[in-house]
Structures are given as C-alpha cells and as structure tokens.
T-cell receptor
Framework: KAGVTQTPRYLIKTRGQQVTLSCSPI?????VSWYQQTPGQGLQFLFE???????NKGNFPGRFSGRQFSNSRSEMNVSTLELGDSALYLC??????????????FGPGTRLTVT | AQTVTQSQPEMSVQEAETVTLSCTYD???????LFWYKQPPSRQMILVIR??????QNATENRFSVNFQKAAKSFSLKISDSQLGDTAMYFC??????????????FGKGTRLHILP
C-alpha cells in the first residue's frame, strides 16, 4: 500500500497570502488529521476529518480551515499568512475502529516558510 | 484538559547502551491510550509502541519497552541495545478511548535522542 502523501513538500509564501496544502491518506483510511509542528510548540493538533466531516478541532484561529473529499483526500487552507505560521505541517491518516487497529500513519509533511 | 509532559528536551547515549525517555501525563479519564512516536531526521513519524491503559502488562516491541505506571501517570520508554538508527525525536502521546467525541491525540513536546558511535 502506498503511504500518506503530502503536496507540496516545500512552500515559501509571503505574509498576507493564503496557502492550500494537500494530503492523500492510505487507501482505505477514512480519517485524516492535521498537525502543526514547530520547534517551540512541538506538535499541535489542528483538526481531524472523517467521512468528509470535521470530527475534532484544535485551538487555532479561523484562518486555518480544512476539508475532506469523498475519496478521503484532505486539504487544509491557511489564509492571511503570518510569520508565525512557518512550520512543518503534518498529515496523518488512520482507520477508526477497534483500539487494536487505531494507529496514525504520518506523511512526510509540508514545510511552509512565511517571509 | 489532558496534558503530556516530556521533561527531557535532549539526550545523548553511546551506541549499545540502554536509555529511558520519560513521559508524564495528566488526565481524569480511566480508559485511554498512550503512544510513543519516533521522528527520525528528515523522515516520517512512525509509531514505536502503544499501551492501552486497561492493560497492566507493559507493552514491548523488540528493543523497545515501556514502563507504564497508571497511578503515577507515568509512561516511560526504554530502548535497549541502542543503535545509530534510533537517533530521532521521540514524542509521547495520549488519546482518550476511541469512540469519544474528543478522542484527538495530544503530543508531548518531544525528546531529541542522539545515539553516539
């Protein structure tokens, strides 16, 4: 099975712009979660989508949004970029099922730099 | 709210030694899951080991084992016979029992582990 893929891998944007990141989960996985990773804050949960519906949301401003398509692919959007949005954005997919199968598979991440 | 604390930002050990990474968490839940994830330099994060809170037996995966102390809310990771490939950032993570509305995973800030040749 192919792993979780994220595109693009690297991105440079300027303040005020918006950006869209894409994540393709492992085939058959219906849950996709997004995380922001920074040296200072570590890994912070952004949101999770399951069957095109947002199940959970972290404590991020409304500039951060996401969606999931019927094929489980997900996108996240950040509008009005700020310097502090520079981070590695990780996507993870999983089955939602029994505890023994619950595991998140991470993609390689998108490195976003805001200048 | 649940929190996960990793008190060791960075550690270094010699190859073949045993190393223990600390993790404590805070929760009022009785059923939950704990994880250790590994993020090698410039590589994808992978799950190292998982522990269900209702299981008293400590989980093991080859050279990786945990010391789960539920009453103390402690979940340390022991790496035996450490190898150069174990060099990575290690994240401890907590998740409420699957099926809860708010069952997102909460990560600690990580411990950067260096295995020295």
């Amino acid at each position: 099975k192919a792993g979780v893929t994220q595109t693009p891998r690297y991105l440079i944007k300027t303040r005020g712009q918006q950006v869209t990141l894409s994540c393709s989960p492992i085939s058959g996985h219906r849950s996709v979660s997004w995380y922001q990773q920074t040296p200072g804050q570590g890994l912070q949960f952004l949101f999770e989508y399951f069957s095109e519906t947002q199940r959970n949301k972290g404590n991020f401003p409304g500039r951060f949004s996401g969606r999931q398509f019927s094929n489980s692919r997900s996108e996240m959007n950040v509008s009005t970029l700020e310097l502090g949005d520079s981070a590695l954005y990780l996507c993870a997919s999983s089955h939602l099922g029994t505890a023994s199968t619950y595991e998140q598979y991470f993609g390689p991440g998108t490195r976003l730099t805001v200048t | 709210a649940q929190t996960v604390t990793q008190s060791q930002p960075e550690m270094s050990v010699q190859e073949a030694e045993t190393v223990t990474l600390s993790c404590t968490y805070d929760t009022s839940e009785n059923n939950y899951y704990l994880f250790w994830y590994k993020q090698p330099p410039s590589r994808q994060m992978i799950l190292v080991i998982r522990q269900e809170a209702y299981k008293q037996q400590n989980a093991t995966e080859n050279r990786f084992s945990v010391n789960f102390q539920k009453a103390a809310k402690s979940f340390s990771l022991k790496i035996s016979d450490s190898q150069l490939g174990d060099t990575a950032m290690y994240f401890c993570a907590f998740m409420k029992h699957v099926g809860n509305r708010d069952d997102k995973i909460i990560f600690g800030k990580g411990t950067r582990l260096h295995i020295l040749p």
